[in-house]
């Protein structure tokens, strides 16, 4: 079964670091991009950044460029999002979800066809 | 970066119903690039369509997708109980910059 599982959820402090996980298994995890996708509570779903396992390369939506970092461990199947220092805002849940793609002629459909359950990060002092 | 608009924000229906959900975009988008997604309460969410028009697995045809240029709509032929939730449009261009849409909730009347 091709499956994301993120790690749990977290409460912090203000000015605290943290760093988020998401695993994947059932599928070839260094040829699929994994992004991630910002929900603050009853609000929309915001994009955040991709990575590609494979390499590394990662690429940030420009409201969030500066504000956290993406990294990957492919020896481990596995992608991070990290804070260096969380601000009351940061609460969220935040899902992982894998880039898919389809042949559509010429070129590729893109869309995300799996995704974590999301990991709830709650900063409060 | 590329803006995309849902309306309505809120559609009140009742269950067989027919639902029109629109997404507009602030520029032209391929339609292999712009998909929808479902969620429900305390969910992560669920591919409907991608490529503008294609169901994802596991769909039923009752969800259908059209549209192009900077104008897509998801249509809900009749709506069941199960489908009471907040549809999202994306675009997945190639910059990989993407944007979601602020959602649409279908809600019963």
């Known amino acids: 079964e091709v499956q994301l599982v993120q790690s749990g959820a977290e409460v912090k402090k203000p000015g605290e670091s943290l760093k988020i996980s998401c695993k994947g298994s059932g599928y070839r995890f260094t040829s699929y991009w994994i992004g991630w996708v910002r929900q603050m509570p009853g609000k929309g779903l915001e994009w955040m950044g991709i990575i590609y396992p494979g390499d590394s390369d990662t690429r940030y939506s420009p409201s969030f460029q500066g504000q956290v970092t993406i990294s990957g461990d492919k020896s481990i199947s596995t992608v991070h999002l990290q804070w260096s220092s969380l601000k009351a805002s940061d609460t969220a849940i935040y899902y992982c979800?894998?880039?898919?793609?389809?042949?559509?002629?010429?070129?590729?459909?893109?869309?995300?066809?799996?995704w974590g359950k999301g990991t709830t990060v709650t900063v409060s002092s | 970066e590329i803006v995309l608009t849902q309306t309505p924000g809120t559609l009140s229906l009742s269950p067989g119903e027919r639902a029109t959900l629109s997404c507009r975009a602030s520029?032209?988008?391929?339609?292999?690039?712009l998909a929808w997604y479902q969620q429900k309460p305390g969910q992560a969410p669920r591919l409907l369509i991608y490529g503008a028009s294609s169901r994802a697995t596991g769909i039923p045809d009752r969800f259908s997708g059209s549209g192009s240029g900077t104008d897509f709509t998801l249509s809900i032929s009749r709506l069941e109980p199960e489908d009471f939730a907040v549809y999202y449009c994306?675009?997945?261009?190639?910059?990989?910059?993407?944007?979601f849409g602020q959602g649409t909730k279908v809600e019963i009347k």
């Open positions: 520029q032209s988008v391929s339609s292999s690039y």
């Open positions: 994306q675009q997945c261009d190639n910059s990989l910059t993407w944007t």
């Open positions: 979800a894998r880039r898919g793609f389809t042949a559509a002629g010429v070129g590729y459909y893109y869309y995300m066809d799996v």
